[in-house]
């Protein structure tokens, strides 16, 4: 009688309603996506960093003079459009991928929780993270550059970009359908995007070959900043609708939802199935090899083989995360063809061929990537997850481990050169004499070490591996820019701004080393690169914490 009346006097919990649901999906999204690093500086940080660069560089000049239209007028729509791609191309795509990786879609039966809401909410985090985006940089061009909103044409503005951020997140939900695991999907949709970005003219302003504007205005970026510019220019008549650009974008939508809802469904590759088998990132393995018996079973392994094995480890970790492959490798060597085929190998730039100038910046970029920010964010992390902490246990020492990691961080940066020079030997007739490449191999271990060595200080002052990648890559960007390791021919201030910095010399050297005229050694540039190295190591050994601040993950 009591358990009838206990259960006839209980009343089952509400179901949440969809807009319940709805927003609850949608703030775990923009909870993800704030946390992601990649999510931030391509969505935030690129544009803002690019459109700066540019009004720094360009000085706001007249673009076009028969009507008066300044750089910022044209640079700030194609910022725009930038953000809108990287806001809702890669988050969606990656997003989705990694819950479909982990069953977390294939679990949504068990919940109540419908998949089109969760695939809403992530299209929703796109949605907030490129209105943001965009309202960015159209604050820093009106506010930084006099830039003008016409007001005619704001209805037509705010309907392409409403269409272009549904476009680019239908085409996420297509890679991630498509894509195996979500390695490939990070893969995938970041490197398209890069080159998308690239053959449609936003990256660069003017100066295009006429086969990139034809190829560009078959895919939706093209079309997409066409309109906007044609919308931020106070000298074009009309509303600003475009019928053409819009039929484009809707087009690739459809696309791309059609080829999501025909493949969504269905679960994970064999190979992405079983993601708990990956073994994490920062690990000591590699160092003690069982032996079950012989008269060397009990020795402690040498100084050597123990750098030996962690510079092993690191390498293969490396390796297998897609996201580490596509930008210390595969971005410096697209970069490097799309560049050279842009300006031509036959332009020359202060005496040197423009493909051996742009060979060492990508050289250097490489090693930046490696050694500046992928380097100092794994030992956060290690040291986050506590394997720092709990090498006093082991065999191991500490400056055998960072020595370890460091050493392979300086072969991957000699494999990027090596990738590059191959590509521009075979397609753009590249010659590096012998001494240069034999002059060229110190002043890679010297620049790599000078970065690894900043790279350690970001993670010795830094609270963890999140912020160390984040301020990692706002530092190396705009410092690439100033620099001129992308090549923007700016003002002589920006050069010397950049020449206090350890990126400048790096290039500096590398492209003396590696001049065809006749390689010789930047004295002056190594002396800054190694005076940076001394004072960034010493900063790091006095400043470098060995275990997780507390409050931290363990």
Same mark, same amino acid.
């Given at each position: ?14 179901r949440p309603g969809t807009g319940t649901l709805l927003l609850a999906q949608l703030r775990y999204t923009l ?83 419908p998949p089109w809401l969760y695939v809403a909410g992530r299209i929703g985090g796109a949605v907030v993270f ?194 580490s492959v596509f930008f210390a490798l595969a971005m410096p060597v697209g970069l490097y063809a799309l560049f ?62 960072? /020595? +370890?990691?460091?050493? &392979?961080?300086?072969? @991957?940066? %000699?494999? =990027?050169?090596?990738? $590059?020079? #191959?590509?521009?030997? !075979? ?89 065809? /005229? +006749?390689?010789?050694? &930047?004295?002056?540039? @190594?002396? %800054?690169? =190694?005076?940076?190295? $001394?004072? #960034?190591?010493?900063? !790091? ?14």
């Amino acid at each position: 009688m009591s358990r009838q009346t206990a259960v006839t006097g209980s009343r089952p919990a509400e179901r949440p309603g969809t807009g319940t649901l709805l927003l609850a999906q949608l703030r775990y999204t923009l909870t993800d996506l704030w946390r992601s690093r990649v999510v931030l500086v391509f969505s935030f940080a690129l544009p803002l960093v690019w459109l700066l660069v540019i009004g720094a560089a360009a000085g706001n000049e007249v673009l076009d003079e028969a009507t008066g239209l300044r750089v910022m007028q044209f640079a700030t729509p194609s910022a725009v459009a930038m953000g809108v791609l990287f806001a809702s191309y890669p988050p969606v795509a990656i997003g989705l991928a990694e819950a479909r990786e982990r069953g977390i879609v294939k679990r949504f039966r068990g919940t109540p929780l419908p998949p089109w809401l969760y695939v809403a909410g992530r299209i929703g985090g796109a949605v907030v993270f490129a209105s943001a985006a965009t309202l960015l940089a159209v604050m820093v061009g009106v506010l930084g550059f006099g830039v003008q909103i016409i007001g005619r044409t704001a209805p037509a503005t705010v309907v392409t970009v409403l269409l272009g951020i549904a476009c680019f997140a239908a085409l996420g939900l297509a890679v991630a359908a498509l894509s195996p695991t979500a390695v490939a999907a990070q893969a995938t949709s970041v490197s398209t995007a890069v080159v998308l970005a690239f053959i449609s003219g936003v990256f660069t302003i003017g100066g295009e070959l006429p086969w990139m504007a034809t190829v560009g205005s078959v895919f939706p970026l093209r079309p997409f900043a066409e309109a906007l510019q044609d919308q931020f220019d106070p000298f074009s008549p009309g509303a600003g609708w475009d019928a053409a650009g819009s039929a484009v974008l809707l087009v690739w939508g459809l696309t791309g939802a059609l080829i999501a809802a025909r493949f969504l469904g269905r679960g994970p590759g064999a190979r992405g199935s079983s993601p708990t088998r990956r073994s994490p990132a920062p690990t000591t393995g590699g160092t003690m090899p069982h032996r079950s018996a012989g008269p060397t079973a009990g020795r402690r392994p040498g100084a050597a083989r123990m750098v030996l094995g962690q510079a092993v480890a690191a390498n293969r970790s490396t390796w297998r995360d897609g996201g580490s492959v596509f930008f210390a490798l595969a971005m410096p060597v697209g970069l490097y063809a799309l560049f050279v085929t842009m300006a031509g190998a036959d332009t020359v730039i202060d005496g040197v061929p423009f493909p051996t100038l742009f060979a060492a910046s990508m050289a250097v970029w490489g090693s930046g990537v490696t050694a500046f920010l992928n380097l100092p964010e794994s030992v956060a992390t290690a040291r986050d997850r506590g394997v720092l902490k709990r090498l006093r246990g082991t065999p191991l020492t500490p400056w055998q481990y960072l /020595a +370890g990691r460091t050493t &392979a961080a300086l072969w @991957l940066s %000699v494999v =990027v050169a090596a990738l $590059v020079l #191959a590509v521009g030997t !075979a397609f753009f007739d590249v010659r590096v004499p012998t001494d240069g490449l034999l002059m060229g191999l110190p002043v890679l271990v010297i620049g790599t070490l000078a970065l690894a060595a900043c790279g350690f200080v970001l993670a010795a002052l830094l609270p963890d591996a999140r912020a160390v990648g984040a301020v990692g890559l706002v530092v190396l960007l705009p410092l690439a820019f100033f620099s001129e390791v992308f090549f923007l021919d700016g003002p002589e201030w920006m050069r010397s701004v950049g020449a206090l910095f350890p990126l400048l010399h790096f290039q500096n050297a590398l492209t003396q080393a590696w001049d065809p /005229a +006749g390689a010789e050694l &930047a004295w002056s540039d @190594l002396a %800054v690169l =190694v005076l940076w190295g $001394v004072v #960034a190591a010493a900063v !790091a050994v006095r400043s470098f914490r060995w275990q997780p601040r507390s409050g931290g993950r363990p």
